[in-house]
Structure formats: C-alpha cells, structure tokens
C-alpha cells in the first residue's frame, strides 16, 4: 500500500547527542515535510523540500538539518545544538505545485531527550 | 508570512448535537487553499475537508461543512450529527503559492454520550 513511514515509533536521547529520524514514502510525491508538534502550538514547519536535493527552512529550523538525496526519503536529524527536542514530529508529503495540495502524512515519531 | 488562528483550545459537544470550530488568518495572497485536519487519538493526521479560495460555494463533506468568508478572512467548521468518533484535536490549516501549509494551534473537541 501506498504511504508515509515513519521510524522509529519512540526515541529517546541523551543530552547532547544527534539523532535521525526517518521518513520514507512510496507515493511518488515531490514535496516533502517535517512538522514539530508541541502541546498547545499546533504544528510548527521545520524544514520542507519540493525536489530532489533542495531544501527550504520552516520556521523553526534552528538545531535541525535534513537531506533530500532521494525522492523517497527525507530524513530529519536533530542535533545537540536543538535546545528543547522533546517532541512529537511528523513528516508529509504531497504532490508538488499549487494544485489541490493536500498533505498525507506518517504516523509520527516521538522524542523524548533524557 | 501567513498565520493561522484557532481562538478555542477546547470544545465540547453533545452526541448528535452540531458544533462549530473557528479559525481565522491573514495573508495578503489571492490565491491559496484552506484546510481542516484531523487528530485523533492516535494522532494520525486526517484531512477533513478543503476549500479553494478562488471558490465561492462552501465546501461540504457529509456531516462536515464550512462557512468561508474570504473578506473576513475566516474559515468555520461546522460537524452536523456529532459521533463519539468525531473526539479529536482538529486542526486549521493554510496554503498559498510557496507550498508551505501553515497550520493553527488546534482546538480540542470532546463529544458527549
């Protein structure tokens, strides 16, 4: 079936370590997304990418980085420099250019820092 | 840049009563498209319903439908005939031209039996 995985499911971190999380998809999509989603903030854009090896910062990309070297995948790295990255994030992707533009989205990662 | 604005963190509803969530936003774009989201539980995203700017008539999907005032610049949820399975954090979301989706802080609605 066609969709959004996510990996892993729970993480949890240590203070000062960089952490990947995994987003892969098989829907043939050319845009891809990260969201953080915090309690009461709703989902915050972190980075998102409309093609192969292009990349654009959200509004929260400080302490986060990410790759787009396939059209597949889109992981996203938080690394020591995130002050506060306990969180639920979520990837999306969806069919690029100003069309209907729905997002389909995984399931989630969630990332507890100890 | 755009924002979108969800001015209630939580409702409540009675089953089978109708509800209706607000959401607002601004941006100085003609075109873009309007979405409401999902969450429940499980915290698996879910589209509800869509809206086209450039489309007067109110977009309806079953028992969901929404009042878009484009001047106003406000964008209503209403659910007709609450289910307990409609229990939810329901989220407003934006999209202009640059294909970032904006979305709102979420409401949290909770149906009654």
């Not at chain 1, 915050?44 to 959200?58: A, C, E, T």
């Not at chain 1, 787009?68 to 790295?77: D, H, M, N």
């Not at chain 2, 601004?26 to 319903?49: A, C, G, H």
């Amino acid at each position: 079936d066609g969709g959004i995985t996510q990996s892993p499911k729970y993480l949890f971190r240590k203070e000062g370590q960089n952490v990947t999380l995994s987003c892969e998809q098989n829907l043939n999509h050319d845009a891809m997304y990260w969201y953080r989603q915090d309690p009461g903030q709703g989902l915050r854009l972190i980075y998102y990418s409309q093609i192969v090896n292009d990349f654009q910062k959200g509004d929260i990309a400080e302490g986060y980085s990410v790759s787009r070297e396939k059209k597949e995948s889109f992981p996203l790295t938080v690394t020591s420099a995130q002050k506060n990255p306990t969180a639920f994030y979520l990837c999306a992707s969806r069919v690029s250019g100003y069309n209907t533009g729905e997002l389909f989205f995984g399931e989630g990662s969630r990332l507890t820092v100890l | 840049a755009q924002t979108v604005t969800q001015s209630q963190p939580e409702m409540s509803v009675q089953e089978a009563e109708t509800v209706t969530l607000s959401c607002t936003y601004d941006t100085s774009e003609n075109n873009y498209y309007l979405f409401w989201y999902k969450q429940p539980p499980s915290r698996q995203m879910i589209l509800v319903i869509r809206q086209e700017a450039y489309k007067q008539q109110n977009a309806t999907e079953n028992r969901f439908s929404v009042n878009f005032q484009k001047a106003a610049k406000s964008f209503s949820l209403k659910i007709s005939d609450s289910q307990l399975g409609d229990t939810a954090m329901y989220f407003c979301a934006f999209m202009a031209n640059n294909n970032d989706m904006r979305f709102g802080a979420g409401t949290r609605l909770t149906v009654k039996p």
